[in-house]
Structure formats: structure tokens, C-alpha cells
């Protein structure tokens, strides 16, 4: 009987009285050669022209698995990559678990990384599910198979079964083991694995495999991408055309027959291919192919379809590419030699074309393979007596070795000798070089030589300036040096900020690297993911279309894991920040990219960068405390690192200053701050842009936290380190804004409107991240509103609001800090209507959360109040104001306080309680007189509720 299909499921174009005939057509068209199908379809009778156009998805879907088993793209289940289409969505319910998100689909069906959702245990699955309308027949009988299948193996190198079950609708699925790996060939070729490792990766899959026979399953689809590996090892999956070998009834054998055609074809065995009867024989061929593929780089068929060879002429050994053995780290002479004799022999019994000459078992292969690797003679070929004594030679190799050693020493020292001479020589020639050329860098400082600038006054900079033009000619013999060299100093020059320098430079050594190396060298990667980073954290809009050139760059050159894959993840998750709902995205580029560091050395600084990223994403969201711990994390890694590096240490530093700030932790942040400060102070010195912004960022939060005096103090020692020629620089930019923001906010909005505006002008051409430019308008709104400028403030509150409110996490503090500012402008504007709505919502969104813009908001319901007569609904909120107040979370400025308490003794006046209200004004009238500049009218008996 046909299920119902599910609600998301494309309907098929006929009705449910077709559905016997449909399945019957199905199993006939599964049962011809696949180039005999589209003659069957044209000869369908007439009356069956309903189910044509089902019949052709149905065929087009079929000749997909037969060529890719039940996955399109099986190693989606490593990659993570979304299948181009699915008929389900995450956050639907199959059964017991929730689906998160699709790993991958093709014409039999989905597999979904999935979550047990009734509470009984909490675990991540990789949930297999067929097509619902090819729920009919054998696709159906062959799904419950694999699941009675894999319900009788439990192995360590098997993808262990869970459950399986029907849903409410109908819906069969099949919980996995959820595997996070990568084909066993791919991993062999990222982590350059040599021969010895390889074969241990391949002793792992036999292991398996044998543990399947020995439950009398044979598996029928070995090929990679059904062969996982992790740093957990090997993880075999896939059984969804396995064969119970004892199982010989009539109607399995129709199934046995349509499955032999699923098998993919460059692995099948000759009697699989021809519908003959499947036996361990036939994973044992599987076996060979996978195997010949792990040390040669190709398979028989590959090399059989370009060679005309026939089966029985194939050597491994002939057929070794010099990319593999590169990099297995080997030579391709030295790798075909390693392959000669046993393993071409092993590889020839396991691969030959009748399954009686084959091993026997999956285990006797096994064992031949341990043979070898013990310089034992094998089975796989009888050897001659030269041949055995050779084997007892390497069996006791230290006695032969020592012999040998005596004979050999003064052959093997004199050509040792000889290769040190000419090595020591041409080192010496590249330090020779490479010493004349710094002293000509440094005989510019030289006393004894005139010039217009006084010697030993110039720059390091000014020193690079005059040497780099010099790099091609100095090494113009040695292009890596050369390379080098350019590279080093255009890096140089980006920390300096002189991108102009950067760019030519980076140029520069880049042709080299083409012209010399080719268009995938490593140099050619880094660079075209690096412009996509830096796209993303300048809120570039060309991120995107960058990174596009650069992922197109690492899948032609096989780069789809490892350190560098692991960077453009992050570029892609901070480019993603410029759209508004992606935080899933985002989040899920961020783990994508961890997990592609995770087999990384410590030396390598994605490890670190990749929490730093984390850890901004949790601030942005509001979790504090998970930022604070990811940059803790991060700083402990750094500070392990064989090669810290300062700059880096100074930013985690940094970052959980300003996470602590967020947070409502002010004196942490100020002291995190200093050490972040004195760090650059260290290193770049006091004066360079490195040490610009912690300072500033250290002297807002004093500020903040009511330390003016220091505060400006602190302001005025960066502001003097700023050279007139870093008007455009985008650290120069934040420190002028932070100083000018505490400006307006201690009663100067005059001498910060110009500051405000001209940093306005600099992020509208270049902004230093994506959220710049909408901090920057609340601070210039907020400047305006203080100095009356009213039509002003309007413009900017307005865009700026907008702005948070499109890009900012749902329900931030800091759209909350501008929609309270905004309500409190239209309330000192008479329009309190409009007040009282910004206020409502601010209070609304706030929830639970004592943000102390919602202690504000609360004080601005209670000035509405107040100007409608209603005192105590006044009291209500001005006392949930206070309350707020005392138990605030997040962000707050003390100034904040005496604002709160004006508006209590307005309140308080309102009831009568004259006396009371008088005191608590004079209580805020010295406190803003400490934290406030004296002419600002808040520091005044000025006392008005607009400020």
C-alpha cells in the first residue's frame, strides 16, 4: 500500500490508482541496462502515457545513484555541503528527532544531520531518509533490508545503527552514527600520508569488512566516499545495498539483481557488473580497487579505459602518479619501487576477474598484506629462493646491516661529504646575498654618508622604502627568495598601514609565484582568500563575490579541509554579518571552520582566530560570559604558541575588554584594557597605530565608569600621538570617535558635533567593520539632540535606528540604547505619543533583562505619565526605573544615574513630597557635577528632563 507522502514533497503528476503500475514500471526499468532505458520509454504503450513524466524524474534520479550509490554526493557527509535541494526543512520532526540540517540527497534519497527531540537521550544522528513517492516495491523492501542489516553489526569501524522506524505520515528512517570525516583517499592525500600510513588506514577497512562477513553481509559498494576517516579513524557506512550471503529466496534474489546495477561501477566486481551471483569474492574485489586507488591516485578502470591494457597486464606499480608520491612525501621513482612485487602481486590476486582466483576471504587478504609489511614471504605468488633470501635478509636486517655498514661507510661518507660541500655553498652564497643586501639597507643610516635626512633619525619604514625596490635585483639568481622577501615586506606594510606599498608589492611577488609555480601555489590561495577577509571585516560588499573566486580557487586545487579552507570559512562568516538573519549561517561557517583547524599544530593561528570569532558572535548576541570564556580559551592557546605573536595576544585582550564593557564590568574592562595597551606599548611602541585605540578604548571606560578627569587626561596623551598624515587612518577614525561621544555625553556637544561628523564622512567611504556607522549616528544624534539641533538629530536618529534594527541581532541592547535615545528626543520634542510607543517597545523587547536603557525607558514612561496627570502610574515606572537601575545587566554609563534620579524627584514632587524631591535633586546635582563638564547645564541648578 503507498504511504502518504510527505507534506513537503513534490506530488506526482498522476493519481493514487496508477500507484501498482508505477511500481511495477519502476522494478522493470531498474532491471535494464541503463543505455537500453530511454528505447523502453519510447515504446511505453499509450495508455500508460499518465506516468511518463513521473517515469522520466524516476530514470534521471536512478542513473544519479548508479553512479553515486544512495547520496548524490556522498561526501557531503564530511564537507557539510547542502544538497541543491531537499523536500524537507530543519526544524522538522521525523519520529524522535528534529532535523538540523540537510548532508546531503540524490535519487533514492536524503541523509540529515538530526536531534533526538523526545528528551530519552540527547545525541546528534545522521538520519537517512528515502524519497516519499519512491516509498514502493523493492525501494522500500531494500530500505528495511539495510536496516535489518546494520542491526546485526556493531563494529568500531562501522557507523554504529541507533534506530529505525516509521514516522506519524509513514516516513521510514534510519538513525546513524553522524560521521564527520573525509574519503579515505582525500585523507590520505591532506594529511600526505605515506605508505606505511596508508596501509594502516586500509588494515582498519578490512577489519570492518571482515566483521560484515563474518555476520554474513556483504557489503556490495566499497569505493571511498563510503570508507570515512577522522582523527577517531576509519568509519565505514552505507549498507543500503548489502546482501545477507546466506539469504538465497526467490524474491531477494530479484533485489539482489536490481542492487547488483546500484553498485558504482568503477568498483564493481565483473560478476556484479554482469548480474551474477554476489559473494565475499566480491567485496574482496571492492577491496583491491580501493586499495589500488590509495597508492596509485587512480583506479583499474580509470587506468584500463585510458591504456586499452587488459586486466590481467595492470601493475600498480606502473601506474603511480608523481602527484601522489609527492604527496605521500616520497619520490615517484622511489614510490614505484616501494609498490613493485608484493603489493602488485597482492593487488593482482585481489583484483582478478574470476572471483575463484581471488583470497578466499577478506581476512586472507588482510594477512597477506601483514606478511608483507613483515617482510614475509606472501601468498599471492610463489617466490623464487633468490627472492626468500632477500625476505630473510630484511627479517634480520640489523646483523646484515652491520656487516654491510663497514663495506658501504667510505662510499656513503664521501658522497655525504660531497652533497654537504655543494649544500653548505649554495647556503653560503644565499646568506652572502642576503647580508649585502641589509647592509645596503642600513648604509642609509650610515653617519658618514650625507642626506637630507640627519642619520640615525630614519625611519624603519623609510629604511624599507629605500631597499624593496632593490629585492629583484639583489635575488634576481633566487626566485624563492625573492618571493620570499617581496611577501615579507608587503606584509610589512599592511601592519604599517600603507596599503598603497601593500598592494604593489603583494603584486609583485605574485607574478613571480605564476610565472615560476604555477596558478595554485600556496602564496596564490592565501592571497585570494586574505582580499575575501579583509573585504568581510571592512563591511566591503564585494566579500561576497571575492570569496566566491577564492572557493572556486581551492576546489580546483583540492582544498576543501585543512587550514586554509579553515580561513575562508571565517572570511565567509563575518562577510554574512553584513545580512540580517544569518546567525544560524554564520555560527555554522564558524564551526565548519574549527573543525577544519582541529588537526592543525599549535603554530598555526586559525586556532586562535577562529575562538576570537566565536567569541564575537556571542557577544553579539548578547551571551557575555561565553564571549568572555571563548577569549580566555583563545588567549591560552596564543600565549602556548611556540611562535606568539604580541599583536595577536594584545587583541584577545582587547576583545575581552570590550566583551566586559558590554557586559557591565567596567573596572575589568578598564584593567583589560591597560594590559591590552601595554602590550602595543611593548612592542609597536606608544606612538604607533597599534597602541592608538586600547589606549582610547581604555580612557572611555574610565569615563564610563565617572573617571573624567583621568578619562581626559588619557584622551588628551593619544589624541598628541596622532600624525597629521593618519586623518584617514580607520584607527585614528575610532579613537576620535570615542573621544568625541564622551564629549557630548559630559555636556559638550559643540566640540563634538565636528568631530562626529568629519569621522561620519570617513566611514561612509571606508567603514572599519560592519556596525561603525550605525554606532557613530547614535552618538552624532545624540550630540545634535544636546545642542538643539533639532531637524539634525531627527535625520540621524532616524537612519541610524533603521540601520540597527535591519542589522542587528533581534532584541539587542544596543538597538534598545538607540530606540530609548530616540524616544527620549521625540518626548523633548512635545511629541509624546511617539515617546511613549519607543518607550513600550524598549520595555517589551527588554523582557527579563535589567538593561539599564530599560531602567531609561522606564523613566521615560514615567515623564509620560507625569505629562498626562497620571502620578501613579509615574511612581509604578519611575520606581521600576530605580529598581532596574540596581540590578542592571550590560552596558551602562553612570551619568545614567542622575538622569534616574531626576526623574524620581520629579515624581516625587508631583505627590507632594517637596522635601524629598528637593534632596534627591541636590543628590543628582553633585553627582553630575563630578561626572559631568561645569558648563554643562546637567552640572548646573539647570536640572531639565530633556538632557
Same mark, same amino acid.
Given at each position: ?56 524524474? /524516476?530514470?534521471?534520479?536512478?542513473? *544519479? ?12 557527509? =564530511? ?60 525501494? $522500500? ?37 553522524? !560521521? ?31 566483521? &560484515? ?16 576517516? =577522522?582523527?577517531?579513524?576509519? $568509519? ?9 550471503? &546466506? ?20 568498483? *564493481? ?8 551471483? !554476489?559473494?565475499?569474492?566480491? +567485496? ?73 582466483? $581471488? ?30 633470501? #632477500? ?7 640489523? #646483523? ?14 664521501? *658522497?655525504? !661529504?660531497?652533497?654537504? %660541500? ?29 642626506? +637630507? ?48 606599498? /601593500?598592494?604593489?608589492?603583494? %603584486? ?30 571592512? %563591511? ?25 579552507? @579553515? ?16 546567525? &544560524? ?59 606568539? +605573536? ?16 558590554? =557586559? ?168 509624546? !505619543? ?25 523613566? @521615560? ?12 502610574? %509615574? ?62 547645564? =546637567? ?6 528632563? +530633556?538632557?
Amino acid at each position: 500500500m503507498q504511504p502518504d507522502p510527505s507534506p513537503t514533497s513534490p506530488a506526482l503528476a498522476f493519481s493514487d490508482e496508477w500507484w501498482g503500475e508505477y511500481s511495477r514500471l519502476t522494478e522493470e526499468a531498474m532491471a535494464l541496462d541503463p543505455a537500453d532505458r530511454p528505447a523502453w520509454l519510447a515504446c511505453l504503450a499509450p495508455h500508460l502515457a499518465p506516468l511518463r513524466d513521473a517515469l522520466v524524474t /524516476f530514470l534521471r534520479e536512478l542513473d *544519479a545513484v548508479q553512479t553515486g550509490g544512495y547520496l548524490e554526493t556522498p561526501a557531503a557527509l =564530511s564537507t557539510g555541503a547542502a544538497p541543491r535541494h531537499s523536500e524537507r526543512v530543519a526544524g522538522q520532526r521525523i519520529g524522535p528527532y528534529t532535523l538540523l540540517r540537510a548532508l546531503g540527497a540524490g535519487g533514492m534519497g536524503e541523509v540529515w544531520l538530526a536531534q533526538r527531540a523526545d528528551g530519552a537521550y540527547q545525541r546528534e544522528v545522521a538520519l537517512k531518509l528515502p524519497h516519499a513517492h519512491l516509498l514502493a516495491g523493492s525501494v $522500500r523492501e531494500r530500505f528495511l533490508r539495510e536496516r535489518d542489516i546494520l542491526a546485526r553489526l556493531a563494529h568500531p569501524h562501522i557507523a554504529r545503527f541507533y534506530d529505525a522506524g516509521l514516522d506519524d505520515s509513514g516516513q521510514p528512517y534510519i538513525a546513524l552514527e553522524a !560521521v564527520h570525516g573525509q574519503p579515505i583517499t582525500h585523507w590520505a592525500r591532506e594529511h600526505t600520508l605515506g605508505l606505511a600510513e596508508r596501509l594502516d588506514l586500509f588494515a582498519q577497512v578490512t577489519d570492518a569488512v571482515a566483521h &560484515a562477513h563474518g555476520r554474513l553481509v556483504a557489503h556490495r559498494d566499497l569505493k571511498p566516499a563510503n570508507v570515512l576517516v =577522522s582523527a577517531q579513524g576509519v $568509519r565505514l557506512l552505507d549498507f543500503g545495498i548489502a546482501k545477507l550471503l &546466506a539469504d538465497g529466496t526467490a524474491g531477494d534474489t530479484a533485489l539482489t539483481r536490481a542492487d547488483a546495477l546500484l553498485a558504482t561501477p568503477a568498483y *564493481a566486481a565483473p560478476e556484479q557488473t554482469a548480474g551474477g551471483t !554476489v559473494t565475499v569474492a566480491t +567485496d574482496v574485489y571492492a577491496l583491491g580497487v580501493l586499495l589500488f586507488e590509495l597508492l596509485t591516485g587512480t583506479t583499474p578502470h580509470a587506468v584500463l579505459k585510458s591504456s586499452g591494457l587488459a586486466a590481467g597486464d595492470l601493475l600498480a606499480s606502473n601506474c603511480a602518479t608523481p602527484a601522489l608520491a609527492t604527496e605521500a612525501g616520497s619520490t615517484p621513482k622511489a614510490w614505484r619501487q616501494r609498490l613493485r612485487g608484493d603489493l602488485d602481486a597482492i593487488l593482482a590476486k585481489a583484483l582478478a576477474t574470476a572471483p575463484d582466483a $581471488r583470497y578466499a576471504s577478506v581476512a586472507d587478504l588482510a594477512a597477506d598484506l601483514r606478511r608483507h609489511r613483515a617482510d614475509k614471504p606472501i601468498q599471492a605468488r610463489r617466490i623464487t629462493a633468490w627472492t626468500r633470501l #632477500a625476505k630473510v635478509v630484511r627479517r634480520r636486517r640489523t #646483523a646484515v646491516v652491520m656487516a654491510a655498514l663497514l663495506c658501504a661507510s667510505l662510499v656513503a661518507g664521501l *658522497a655525504g !661529504v660531497l652533497w654537504q %660541500a655543494r649544500e653548505a655553498q649554495a647556503q653560503a652564497r644565499r646568506a652572502e646575498a642576503v647580508k649585502a643586501f641589509l647592509l645596503s639597507v642600513y648604509r642609509a643610516n650610515d653617519p658618514r654618508i650625507a642626506s +637630507d635626512t640627519p642619520r640615525g633619525q630614519i625611519s624603519a619604514k623609510a629604511l624599507l622604502d629605500a631597499s624593496v625596490g632593490r629585492i629583484d635585483s639583489a635575488f634576481a639568481a633566487d626566485v624563492k627568495l625573492r618571493i620570499e622577501l617581496l611577501r615579507t615586506a608587503a606584509d610589512i606594510y599592511r601592519e604599517l598601514g600603507d596599503e598603497a606599498s /601593500f598592494e604593489t608589492l603583494q %603584486a609583485r611577488q605574485l607574478a613571480l609565484v605564476r610565472e615560476h609555480f604555477g596558478p595554485l601555489h600556496d602564496n596564490i590561495l592565501d592571497d585570494a582568500v586574505e582580499r575575501a577577509a579583509r573585504a568581510a571585516a571592512r %563591511a566591503d560588499t564585494r566579500c561576497g563575490a571575492l570569496l566566491q573566486q577564492a572557493d572556486d580557487l581551492l576546489r580546483v586545487a583540492r582544498r576543501d579541509s585543512g587550514p586554509l579552507r @579553515g580561513h575562508w570559512w571565517m572570511a565567509r562568516s563575518i562577510c554574512l554579518r553584513q545580512q540580517a538573519g544569518t546567525e &544560524a549561517e554564520r555560527h555554522t561557517a564558524l564551526k565548519a571552520a574549527r573543525q577544519a583547524f582541529a588537526d592543525a599544530p599549535a603554530t598555526e593561528r586559525g586556532r586562535v582566530t577562529v575562538l576570537m570569532e566565536l567569541a564575537t558572535e556571542a557577544s553579539h548576541a548578547g551571551r557575555h560570559a561565553d564571549a568572555v570564556a571563548l577569549n580566555r580559551q583563545a588567549l591560552q592557546q596564543a600565549e602556548a604558541n611556540p611562535e606568539r +605573536d604580541d599583536a595577536e595576544v594584545q587583541t584577545i585582550h582587547g576583545n575581552i575588554a570590550l566583551t566586559l564593557q558590554q =557586559s557591565g564590568d567596567l573596572a575589568g574592562a578598564e584593567a583589560a584594557f591597560a594590559i591590552s595597551a601595554a602590550i602595543a606599548e611593548r612592542t609597536t611602541g606608544a606612538d604607533a597605530r597599534q597602541a592608538w585605540v586600547p589606549a582610547a578604548k581604555r580612557a572611555r571606560t574610565a569615563h564610563l565608569a565617572g573617571g573624567r578627569e583621568r578619562a581626559l587626561t588619557a584622551f588628551d596623551a593619544v589624541l598628541a600621538r596622532l600624525p597629521p598624515e593618519a586623518a584617514n587612518d580607520s584607527d585614528a577614525q575610532q579613537v576620535r570617535e570615542d573621544w568625541a561621544e564622551r564629549l557630548s555625553a559630559e555636556g559638550r556637544p559643540l566640540l563634538a558635533i565636528p568631530v562626529l561628523e568629519s569621522v561620519e564622512r570617513a566611514y561612509l567611504r571606508a567603514p572599519p567593520n560592519d556596525f561603525a556607522l550605525r554606532r557613530l549616528r547614535r552618538h552624532l544624534g545624540d550630540a545634535y539632540a544636546r545642542a538643539g539641533q533639532a531637524s539634525d538629530a531627527r535625520r540621524v536618529f532616524t537612519a541610524a535606528l533603521a540601520e540597527f534594527e535591519a542589522r542587528d541581532v533581534p532584541g539587542s541592547q544596543a538597538t534598545a540604547a538607540a530606540r530609548e535615545r530616540w524616544g527620549r528626543f521625540l518626548l523633548a520634542q512635545g511629541d509624546v !505619543v511617539g515617546a511613549q510607543a519607543q518607550f513600550t517597545t524598549v520595555v517589551e523587547r527588554a523582557g527579563e533583562r535589567r538593561w539599564s536603557h530599560a531602567a531609561l525607558a522606564h523613566a @521615560g514612561l514615567a515623564r509620560v505619565a507625569l505629562a498626562a496627570g497620571r502620578t501613579d502610574d %509615574a511612581a509604578k515606572h519611575a520606581d521600576t526605573a530605580w529598581t532596574t537601575w540596581g540590578q542592571k545587566q550590560g552596558f551602562f554609563d553612570i551619568r545614567m544615574e542622575p538622569y534616574l534620579q531626576r526623574v524620581r524627584a520629579a515624581v516625587l514632587a508631583a505627590q507632594g513630597q517637596a522635601a524629598a524631591a528637593q534632596a534627591l535633586r541636590d543628590e543628582a546635582l553633585a553627582a553630575s557635577r563630578r561626572y559631568d563638564a561645569p558648563e554643562a547645564p =546637567s552640572a548646573q541648578r539647570l536640572l531639565h528632563l +530633556d538632557l
